[in-house]
């Protein structure tokens, strides 16, 4: 038996064994047949019997023919505007490497700071975090802006996906990744599920969380685990070009080829700048994330920066809105059965009849939180589903409100990390192809559990010193 035909009999077999369990008191059967799906689909995912873009496919639509999702309700996913989002983020890269505008970029960075690997991804982690407060879209922030930029730095150093990803691609793409995941922890209006954990802290504990006493409680401790990222990422993806001595020289001899900029790197410069300023102040105008997106990509169509062919050849955008789209039809349609919601109380239940001092409690209930990110393709869902729960349990076991509010605010992003589908970003960095799937999670669960570790020790000294507790 080959290997994946033996890895999709586990993944069958697995989902059929969860499927005719007895079904728990509080459950409804049809949330129970989901959690079954999307575990095997999950693993699925890990085992890879197929692609994982037909393995979700063929989960949603086993899930409609099972009765378990209507049919509208099975295809809603692929119309998240989060999943566009995703798409032109994608497509926008293929503006900046058609171009020639991200070359241009990264030869400037390299040029100025492009001594080795490491001073690239302190580079990387810089730029993450000066715009991190002014964009609340990680997606937009990560995949619409940074992401090109870390793409066309792997391709100027002559590391593209496949053979010659590990040269310096692979570290760069996961320096990028877990910098956004990082930054989203550190301000109210880093990530957009944010402002909903200030919200219902407020509806929940009567808790008002402010802008800067969110960005005041993570600095500290978000900084260090942000300047930590590019060093173990050298530890964990090692690039092979370390160094980088004839970088300046290099950097201004292809500029010089380049010449100066063509009509289509200004036009496309136009776009970008104005696509942040209006990503920065979507709190002020109300215009969501992805139509400035799509409004980019139509311009960069009307003005034949990338043509139709471009869009249609885009094989990493049509493969993660497959995956990503589908995931997110099952999570969501997880969150809505009540099978989260029972889970998260049955533990904070379980948590408060040991005893145990809140400070304990408290641990316990966060790690819960933190690594059932793996249940979710999405920081809001996840919030929706357990904020308020997990904050009200918290307060009810001894807990300062404010505090909760804020470290469970906080917890809402730092397992971004963990999987290749834990935000919008994700999709767009992995898909790349610069790093393997079981890189990716092996690499997210050491980070995740770095950054988590430097919250719950350097950060919760800060919150004593802040008086938080």
């Known amino acids: 038996m080959n290997t994946k035909r033996r890895n999709a009999l586990i993944t069958i077999g697995v989902g059929l064994i969860l499927w005719f369990l007895p079904v728990p008191d509080g459950v409804t059967p049809l949330a129970w047949h989901l959690l079954a799906v999307f575990i095997a689909t999950v693993l699925g995912f890990i085992l890879h019997p197929l692609p994982i873009g037909a393995v979700a496919f063929i989960a949603i639509s086993f899930s409609a023919w099972a009765g378990l999702l209507k049919t509208s309700d099975a295809l809603a996913g692929y119309g998240n505007s989060t999943i566009w989002l995703i798409v032109c983020a994608f497509l926008y890269s293929r503006g900046f490497i058609k171009s020639g505008l991200g070359k241009r970029i990264a030869f400037r960075i390299i040029e100025a700071i492009g001594k080795s690997a490491l001073s690239l991804g302190y580079a990387i982690a810089l730029s993450e975090l000066v715009i991190s407060p002014a964009t609340p879209s990680a997606t937009a922030r990560g995949g619409g802006i940074l992401y090109p930029i870390v793409r066309s730095l792997a391709e100027a150093l002559g590391s593209k996906p496949g053979e010659s990803a590990r040269r310096i691609g692979t570290y760069l793409m996961q320096v990028g990744y877990h910098t956004d995941a990082v930054t989203c922890t550190m301000f109210v209006t880093s990530m957009a599920g944010n402002p909903l954990c200030v919200a219902l802290a407020e509806k929940t504990l009567g808790v008002q969380v402010t802008w800067m006493g969110w960005a005041s409680a993570a600095i500290v401790p978000g900084l260090i685990a942000l300047l930590l990222v590019p060093y173990v990422m050298m530890k964990l993806s090692p690039p092979e070009l370390v160094r980088i001595p004839d970088a300046k020289d290099l950097a201004q001899r292809e500029l010089s080829?380049?010449?100066?900029?063509?009509?289509?790197?200004k036009g496309l410069s136009v776009i970008f700048v104005v696509s942040l300023a209006l990503w920065a102040s979507s709190g002020l105008t109300n215009i969501d994330a992805?139509?400035?997106?799509?409004?980019?990509?139509?311009?960069?169509?009307?003005?034949?920066?990338?043509n139709w062919q471009d869009v249609i050849q885009e094989k990493g955008a049509w493969d993660a809105m497959f995956w990503m789209g589908s995931l997110m039809t099952l999570a969501s349609a997880l969150a809505k059965s009540g099978i989260i919601t029972w889970i998260a109380n049955g533990a904070g239940a379980a948590i408060s009849s040991l005893g145990?001092?809140?400070?304990?409690?408290?641990?316990?209930?966060?790690?819960?939180?933190?690594?059932?990110?793996?249940?979710?393709?999405?920081?809001?869902?996840?919030?929706?589903?357990?904020?308020?729960?997990?904050?009200?349990?918290?307060?009810?076991?001894?807990?300062?409100?404010?505090?909760?509010?804020?470290?469970?605010?906080?917890?809402?992003?730092?397992?971004?990390?963990?999987?290749h589908y834990g935000n919008g970003c994700a999709p767009i960095y992995f898909g790349g192809g610069y790093v393997s799937q079981s890189e990716w999670w092996k690499n997210g669960f050491i980070m995740t559990t770095i950054t988590t570790l430097i919250y719950l020790t350097i950060g919760a000294a800060w919150w004593k010193v802040l008086g938080l507790w």
Not at 360 to 388: D, E, G, K, M, P
């Open 290 to 306: 992805t139509p400035v997106a799509m409004g980019a990509v139509c311009l960069m169509l009307i003005l034949d920066i990338i």
């Open 257 to 265: 080829e380049m010449g100066p900029m063509s009509l289509a790197e």
């Open 356 to 419: 145990f001092d809140w400070v304990v409690s408290c641990l316990i209930i966060l790690l819960f939180y933190t690594y059932i990110h793996y249940a979710f393709a999405s920081v809001t869902a996840r919030i929706s589903a357990l904020y308020a729960a997990f904050i009200a349990v918290s307060v009810s076991v001894g807990a300062p409100p404010l505090l909760v509010a804020i470290i469970f605010g906080i917890f809402a992003d730092v397992p971004i990390s963990l999987t």
